[in-house]
C-alpha cells in the first residue's frame, strides 16, 4: 500500500520512470512484438510467456514492457541486475519461486536487468530452474545475445528484438508526459512548439528515455512567460538534447565494422567514408579503423595496385605523428584509394595455398645451389654450387629452380587482369618466352 513517503519518492523519480506505460495499450512503439495478435502479446495476455530474453537499444521499451508483464500477470515477479547480483541472489529467488510453486501453484517470473553480465558461473546457477520451469526467465540487455551471452541460457529462451522506436511515436510520448497531470506536466501550462518537439525528437533518435529527459530538463530550466506560460522553442530543445547520441555497444560496433570492411570491398566510397564517420563519432578507436584499410590494401587490392598499401600505411603514420582529428583528412584519403583501386583477391589465395602445402611438407633439404654460402668453408660443402646470379644475365633474369623439392599446389599466385597485375601478366609472359626458347 502506497503511503506519503512512497508518493514523495514517485514525484521525485525522474519523468522518464514516471511515465512508464502500466498497460500494453499504452506501450510506445514495437508494434511487431505487441502489437494486436502478435505472438508476444498474446502470450502476455494469456499469461504464458515463457522464458524470454529481450534485446535492442536502450530506451526502447525492454524494461517497461517487463514491468508490465509483472503488472498483468498472476504468477510473483522477481527482479535482479547482473551487476550487482550473485549466484547466492539467484538461489534465494529459486528458494522463494520453488516455495511459491508447491505451496500456493503459483509460478514465479525472474527479471534480469543486463543479463550479458552473468558469468557462466551464475548463468549455470539458473539452467535447473529454468529446465523444471520453476523460474520463467526474462532477460534484458542492450547487446547481442548470441555474441554475449552463454549458449546454455539462449537456448533455452525465446528472443524478441526491440528496434528503435518511430519518431512520431517518441513524439507522442513527450507529448503524452506535457499533458498528463500527476505524473507529468500536464499540472503545469506548459505548450511546446513543432520545431522544438521535431528536434527533440529527432536527437533522441528512437530512445524514448533520452526523448523524456530533454523535455524535463527543458520545462525545469524553462521561466514562465508573461502569460503564465512554460514556452518550450526550438533554442531551449536545441540546449536540452544537444547532441544526437550514437549508440556503439559490442554486437553493432562489430556490425559497423563489418559494414566498414565489405564497402572497402566493394569500391563504394561512400559507404565506406560513412560507416567509418560513424565509428570516430561514437568513440571508436581511429586505429582500429586504419589497421582494416592495411589489411584491406593487402586482402582485396593486393598487387592490383600497389599504391593502396602506401596510402594505407601513410595514414597510419599520419595519425601515429599528428593525432586526430589532423590525421582525419589523411584516413579519409586512404579509404577513398583503396576503394576506387582495382580489387584482385589473388594475394590472398597464393598466401592460403603456400600454407596449406607448408603444413603437409616433409622435411627435405633445400636445393644445393639456393644453400647460404655466408659462412667460411660453405664451398667444401657444395651450398651455393650451380646458383646463376640473375644479374650476369640480360634482362636480369635466367631460368632456374627456386621451389622446395616437395612444393605442391601450384601455381600459388595468379595475377588477375586488372590494375598492375596486368602488367605483372605480361612480365611473366616474357620470362616464359625467353624460357621457351
Known sequence: ??????????????????????????????????????????????????????????????????????GSTNAAF????????????????????????????????????????????????????????????IGSTTENPMIAMTPAIVSRCRLFRFEAIEKSDVKAAVLRAVVTPGIGFGDMNVSVDDDALEHIASVANGDVRSALNAIELAVLTTDPNADGVVLIT??????????????????????????????????????ALAWAARMLYAGVDPRIIIRRVIAHASEDVGLADPQAMVQAVSAAQ???????????????????????????NSVVDARVKAMENAQNAEYQPVPAH?????????????????????????????????????????????????????????RRALRNKEETT
Request: proline residues 5%.
Open 1 to 70: 500500500m502506497a503511503d506519503l513517503f512512497s508518493f514523495q519518492a514517485q514525484r521525485q523519480a525522474p519523468l522518464a520512470d514516471r511515465m512508464r506505460p502500466k498497460t500494453l495499450d499504452e506501450f510506445v512503439g514495437q508494434q511487431h512484438l505487441v502489437g494486436k495478435g502478435k505472438l508476444l502479446r498474446r502470450a502476455i495476455e494469456a499469461d504464458r510467456l515463457t522464458s524470454s530474453i529481450f534485446f535492442g537499444p536502450p530506451g526502447t521499451g525492454k524494461t517497461t514492457l517487463a514491468s508490465i508483464i509483472a
Open 78 to 137: 522477481e527482479k535482479l541486475n547482473a551487476v550487482t547480483s550473485g549466484v547466492a541472489d539467484v538461489r534465494e529467488v529459486i528458494k522463494r519461486a520453488e516455495d511459491r510453486l508447491k505451496l500456493y501453484g503459483q509460478s514465479t517470473y525472474l527479471l534480469l536487468d543486463e543479463c550479458h553480465r552473468w558469468n557462466k558461473a551464475q548463468s549455470d546457477s539458473i539452467l535447473p530452474a529454468l529446465e523444471k520451469g520453476t523460474i520463467r526467465f
Open 234 to 271: 526550438l533554442p531551449v530543445a536545441e540546449e536540452s538534447i544537444q547532441k544526437r547520441v550514437m549508440r556503439c555497444d559490442e554486437s553493432y560496433f562489430y556490425d559497423m565494422l563489418s559494414a566498414f570492411c565489405k564497402s572497402l570491398r566493394g569500391s563504394d566510397s561512400d559507404a
Open 318 to 344: 599520419s595519425l601515429e605523428l599528428l593525432g586526430m582529428p589532423e590525421a582525419g583528412l589523411s584516413l579519409t584519403q586512404a579509404i577513398v584509394y583503396v576503394c576506387e583501386a582495382p580489387k584482385s
Open 370 to 426: 639456393l644453400q647460404d654460402t655466408s659462412y667460411k668453408g660453405a664451398e667444401r660443402l657444395g651450398a651455393g654450387e650451380g646458383y646463376l646470379y640473375p644479374h650476369d644475365f640480360d634482362a636480369h633474369w635466367i631460368p632456374q629452380e627456386y621451389l622446395p623439392r616437395d612444393a605442391a599446389g601450384m601455381p600459388y599466385y595468379v595475377p588477375g587482369e586488372l590494375g598492375f597485375e596486368k602488367e605483372i601478366n605480361r
